[in-house]
């Protein structure tokens, strides 16, 4: 008996954990379409384009706060059609994001980063467009970033292990 209760956790628990952690997928792993993508800042006029691999791609990690996942904890998530809204923790100021979009053609990306500034709460807003441009060109590694003006950084899938 003491065994197959043993056997029934061992075997139930992973799968308890599994479900929960897809709960963050949508926002954490959200992830475009392999090939070229055009992204451009409502707020800024710095656009880029991003050869993307879809099964390394990270949307919120790569274009809006590096190294998101390790960092910052979801604190409330919601997924209504094509559209996704989440509000997370990180250190020194909070994330909340909201994204629209199909991830093949086309989306929207608009985050609001709050955080204290000499006593008083600043919001930061960030808008993003993204737009799917086809295949990569030829020298434009996955996960690099070729920004306007020509400038090429280097991949962001370097050191990125495989999806879980």
Known sequence: MKRSA????????????ATFAS????????????????????TSPF?????????????IEDDLWTDFEQECQIASQSRQGDSYHFQSSCPGAMLAGSFKGDLAKAYTLIADTTME???????QRTELA????GACPAGLAPGAKKMRGGMVMKSLYLNRQQPR
């Open 47 to 59: 656009s880029w384009e991003i050869c993307v691999d879809q099964q390394y791609d990270r949307l």
């Open 6 to 17: 043993t056997l029934f956790l061992m075997t139930i628990l992973p799968l308890c954990a």
């Open 23 to 42: 709960a963050a997928e949508p926002v954490q792993r959200l992830q475009r379409a392999t090939g070229l993508w055009m992204v451009t800042p409502a």
């Open 117 to 123: 500034l000499n006593g008083k709460s600043e919001v």
């Open 130 to 133: 993204g737009e799917f441009q």
